[in-house]
């Protein structure tokens, strides 16, 4: 069962990973109270469907006023959004999370998937962060690595370090990445997880590593261990198919 990216963040957020404070609205006139919750002068307002490429659709947008979100909100709440990874149809586009901007250093790439011939969680990082990772690892395969874990293995601290030393990290982003990988594990194995990506996992300009976007699946097969994913699931409005 797939995730949306707010619902990825609120487990995020249980799990004491650094995600952007947000709000998610179902209504143009929710905008408005959103903006003024979260605080600031400029905001992030993202459509919220199972596919990526939202950014180069239109389904994602910087705004500088609660009216430039209203605008947003009415074009897209109720219609479908078509990216690279949706047929010509798209997806409904049900929700929209208002998020405070975050001044971004860098980019990099993060996910976790399960090696069934390993037996283990594997790891993929790479310094190539906010594109496509299968064009990285084709073209760029040198900034990818591949570091599989055994969860409270001794292990752990040496094999995220591994992953830190392709990102790039320097020594107190390395200290925060340590114990960023173990909560990502506990969170995988807690929530029987098949998919976890951070696409972007960014640098601040303060320093900081970032969860600046979230895709998690869970497991369909261990739905019965979940009782509360049930009402994760995105619910299908009639008036959005077009």
Excluded at 14 to 40: F, M, R, W
Excluded at 95 to 102: A, D, G, Q
Excluded at 131 to 146: C, G, L, Q, R, T
Excluded at 159 to 167: D, F, P, Q
Aim: with cysteine.
């Amino acid at each position: 069962m797939n995730l949306h990216e707010y619902q990825g963040k609120a487990l995020f957020a249980e799990y004491n990973l650094p995600v952007s404070k947000g709000k998610i609205i179902y209504s143009a006139d929710e905008v408005t109270d959103a903006c003024n919750e979260i605080g600031g002068t400029s905001w992030v307002v993202k459509a919220q469907v199972h596919a990526g490429g939202r950014g180069k659709s239109g389904g994602v947008q910087l705004i500088n006023t609660p009216e430039d979100g209203i605008k947003f909100a009415e074009k897209w709440l109720g219609n479908n959004l078509v990216t690279y990874q949706t047929d010509a149809k798209g997806q409904p586009v049900n929700s929209i999370l208002i998020e405070e901007c975050t001044n971004i250093s860098q980019e990099l790439y993060l996910s976790a998937v399960i090696d069934r011939d390993s037996q283990k969680i594997v790891f993929i990082g790479s310094s190539e962060g906010g594109v496509n990772i299968e064009d990285v690892a084709k073209n760029m395969p040198e900034k990818i690595i591949y570091q599989g874990f055994v969860y409270k293995d001794d292990s752990l601290n040496e094999n995220a370090e591994n992953i830190a030393k392709v990102l790039k990290l320097n020594d107190q982003q390395t200290l925060q990445f340590i114990p960023m990988i173990d909560n990502l594990l506990r969170l995988f194995i807690e929530k029987d997880l098949s998919l976890l990506e951070i696409n972007p996992l960014v640098i601040t300009e303060n320093g900081d590593l970032h969860c600046l976007d979230a895709k998690i699946n869970i497991d369909s097969n261990a739905l019965y261990r979940q009782p509360e994913a049930p009402v994760l699931e995105d619910a299908f409005i009639p008036s959005a198919e077009k």
